[in-house]
């Protein structure tokens, strides 16, 4: 069996699971503003919300969201242009402080193949687009998005500088697909553009890999079905964890953007590449075959200050990991859970270690 189609069924069945879950009960995600706000947001039919027959079908998935001021003043409703029969999970949410937006990424799945969506709201008002259209049949698995807000100096008519703060939302995934690989993409928030226009980067190609992968089904799915990304620290820079499955390699790459941009205008080159990503290897290394093959186990990634990764899972018994040296991935060691070690517990000592090595 190819690594495609192994790929496809092991989406498959993994949609079977979290489909029969999802229309079961609903999936809901929270997150804390910087000024306070609580946001709920929830995936649901319009049956379990109780808004059927007025903008959703009793059978309709939809999304509804919610806000709690701290002054007690709350609002909340449907995300419009969302209704519709497709299953929608996989829910993340950021806020961006500087432009005042709440982001909600999600997952829509359709026959044969899954959508990526954005919903930004800002200024009282919803936008949503198709985040990465998809061509062909391919499955986006396991999207994460990252806020960073890196500064950049730019000058103006009078040739005086300007200092001012970018908003970069930057979003990794693994995609199931012919050639099946970590995939990313920059959304700029402080810029007037359109999602639709989002340009999507192949991992494996922005470092001058990539190729097929059908021959690499004797690598673990763990070990690339979770592309990671991380901040560097106050700049504003990004590092990414992920695996070449062409190259059979693990690569830890640093994301920037340039800083330096000059007067704006078509006629910079410089300000015309403002949106380009700057990708650069800090750390390589073999793919690590001692992570979970079935992919059933979410695997988390804590980056060092070394660049060294360390990958993380939970099964049902303990927390397990294993770092990247510089060499060689370490052997399996595992935090036993119990009532004292719990798993919230577990995996911050785990990324304790990790980030401060």
Known sequence: MTLFRRLFTFAAVALLFSGA???????????????????????????????????????????QWSSLRQDGATAGGLIPGVAGTGLKHNLDLAYDEPSGSLIVLWTEEAPLLNLLHLGIFHANQWQVSDLLPNLGFPRALNARMILSHPVVHSLDADGNDVSTTRSILSVIWFEVSNVSQARYAPIFLDEDSSVNDVQVYDLPATIGGGGPTSSSTDIPAGAYLYPALQLE??????????????????????????TDLGK????????????????????????????PGDGSFAISTFIGSSY???????????????????????????????DSMTYEKAIHLVQDMATQN
């Open 21 to 63: 879950q999802t229309l079961s009960a609903v999936e809901s995600k929270s997150l804390l503003a910087t000024d306070g706000t609580l946001y709920v947001v929830r995936a649901g039919t319009g049956a379990e919300f109780g808004m059927a027959g007025n903008y959703a079908l009793p059978t309709d998935v939809v999304l």
């Open 308 to 338: 060294r990764p360390t990958l993380s899972w939970r099964t049902t018994t303990s927390v397990q990991y294993s770092r990247f040296d510089g060499k060689a991935w370490s052997e399996i060691n595992a935090i036993e859970l119990s």
């Open 233 to 258: 620290g106050p700049g504003g820079g990004l590092v990414a964890n992920f695996a070449d499955l062409n190259a059979r390699k693990n690569f830890v790459v640093r994301i920037t953007f340039p």
């Open 264 to 291: 704006p205008g078509p006629a910079n080159p410089t300000w015309l590449r403002r949106r380009v990503p700057i990708v650069g290897v800090v750390n390589e290394g073999p793919i690590a075959r001692m992570a």
